[in-house]
């Protein structure tokens, strides 16, 4: 998956980048030009706005973190995380790496059969809802006018015949870095960083 970046924050996997030097150098390069490395928990990030934020369908990006309805909550949060997600649930699951229910773990993405169901080539592969795996067996999500955002049992979420699949944004046995951009410097997806960095070594 290639990382585009939300505001000043760019999720970027460095040693995807092929660079001719160490991820370490890389880091410091970076930081000489005034980048910084965020750590961001998309889980706590989350779990954050469980009875606290409030629901309404159709909810505006700008309103988050006050307002949101289920797909908005994941496009925040993942964005926070410098990783832009489309804006609807069945286009956020077209991204990532498919995972099996079997193997989710936490920060994954689930996607369920909703009251209303988009499909791209069946109706019965309809996605209406989505939330966060914790990997605590529960699912964060915004659920609905009477109950805001809240954690849910994985298996109530998904129930009997609604599960629609899992996606994982960050690669299980990658190292994705979080990266602030200094003012003035614009990174639209993360392999802008790699051309920075080789700008700056020796000739």
């Given at each position: 998956?290639?990382?585009?970046?939300?505001?000043?924050?760019?999720?970027?996997?460095?040693?995807?980048?092929r660079?001719?030097?160490?991820?370490e150098?890389?880091?410091?390069?970076l930081?000489?030009?005034?980048f910084?490395v965020?750590?961001?928990?998309?889980?706590?990030?989350?779990?954050?706005c469980?009875?606290?934020?409030?629901?309404?369908?159709?909810a505006?990006?700008?309103e988050a973190?006050?307002?949101?309805?289920?797909?908005?909550?994941i496009?925040?949060?993942y964005?926070?995380?410098g990783?832009?997600l489309?804006?609807?649930?069945?286009q956020?699951?077209?991204?990532?790496e498919?995972?099996?229910?079997?193997?989710?773990t936490?920060?994954?993405?689930?996607?369920?059969?909703?009251w209303?169901?988009?499909?791209?080539?069946?109706?019965?592969?309809?996605?209406g809802?989505?939330?966060?795996?914790?990997g605590d067996?529960?699912?964060?999500h915004?659920g609905n006018?009477k109950?805001?955002?809240?954690?849910?049992?994985?298996?109530?979420?998904?129930?009997?015949d609604?599960?629609?699949?899992?996606r994982?944004?960050i690669?299980?046995?990658?190292?994705?870095?979080?990266?602030?951009?200094?003012v003035?410097?614009?990174?639209e997806?993360?392999?802008?960083?790699?051309?920075i960095v080789?700008?700056s070594?020796?000739?």
């Amino acid at each position: 998956m290639e990382y585009r970046a939300v505001g000043c924050r760019c999720a970027v996997d460095i040693d995807s980048l092929r660079l001719p030097i160490s991820r370490e150098r890389v880091l410091s390069i970076l930081a000489s030009k005034k980048f910084k490395v965020l750590r961001v928990d998309v889980v706590a990030l989350a779990r954050s706005c469980v009875g606290v934020s409030r629901y309404r369908r159709g909810a505006r990006l700008v309103e988050a973190p006050a307002i949101f309805d289920c797909s908005t909550l994941i496009k925040w949060s993942y964005g926070q995380c410098g990783i832009w997600l489309p804006r609807r649930s069945i286009q956020q699951r077209e991204l990532g790496e498919s995972v099996e229910l079997s193997e989710i773990t936490s920060g994954d993405v689930v996607f369920v059969s909703g009251w209303v169901d988009y499909y791209l080539d069946s109706p019965a592969d309809g996605v209406g809802h989505v939330g966060i795996a914790t990997g605590d067996n529960t699912v964060i999500h915004a659920g609905n006018r009477k109950i805001g955002v809240v954690e849910t049992p994985l298996d109530k979420f998904v129930g009997k015949d609604k599960f629609r699949g899992v996606r994982r944004y960050i690669p299980k046995y990658r190292e994705v870095t979080i990266l602030e951009t200094p003012v003035g410097r614009e990174v639209e997806i993360a392999d802008d960083i790699r051309w920075i960095v080789l700008q700056s070594l020796p000739k």
